[in-house]
């Protein structure tokens, strides 16, 4: 299957960065392209779409409330993703969670009910 491990976050102060990395692994990784996309959540609210891109790089998209501040990459030879942070904001603070669905190499997928592997999730807070 797909084994998606995220890493990278942590506290920082507002205004600060952080870069997220999410680590594909398994035969499915390995044989097909896959659309990537990075979610958040905080408790007590629903998963919220950040980030996606393409598997060829060519297409990426961004949430109203982070276009501008973060930057979405991929380094298909290391079958990796990344979500560069920037401007950081305490209402960036919730658990980081990375996706991924097999898909054609231009494809764009923003909705979290179209990705069937998810990693883990990893910390970000972000004090004042």
């Known amino acids: 299957q797909v084994q998606l491990v995220e890493s990278g976050g942590g506290l920082v102060q507002a205004g600060g960065s952080l870069r997220l990395s999410c680590a594909a692994s398994?035969?499915?990784?390995?044989?097909?392209?896959?659309?990537m996309a990075w979610f958040r959540q905080t408790p007590g609210k629903e998963r919220e779409y950040v980030s996606a891109?393409?598997?060829?790089?060519?297409?990426?998209d961004y949430a109203a409330s982070v276009k501008g501040r973060f930057t979405i990459s991929r380094d298909n030879a290391k079958n990796t993703v990344y979500l560069q942070m920037n401007s950081l904001t305490p209402e960036d603070t919730a658990v980081y969670y990375c996706?991924?669905?097999?898909?054609?190499?231009?494809?764009?997928?923003?909705?979290?009910?179209?990705?069937?592997?998810w990693g883990q999730g990893t910390q970000v807070t972000v004090s004042s």
């Open positions: 996706a991924a669905r097999v898909s054609g190499p231009g494809v764009l997928i923003s909705t979290s009910g179209q990705y069937p592997y």
């Open positions: 891109i393409s598997w060829s790089s060519s297409r990426t």
């Open positions: 398994g035969r499915i990784a390995s044989t097909y392209t896959m659309a």
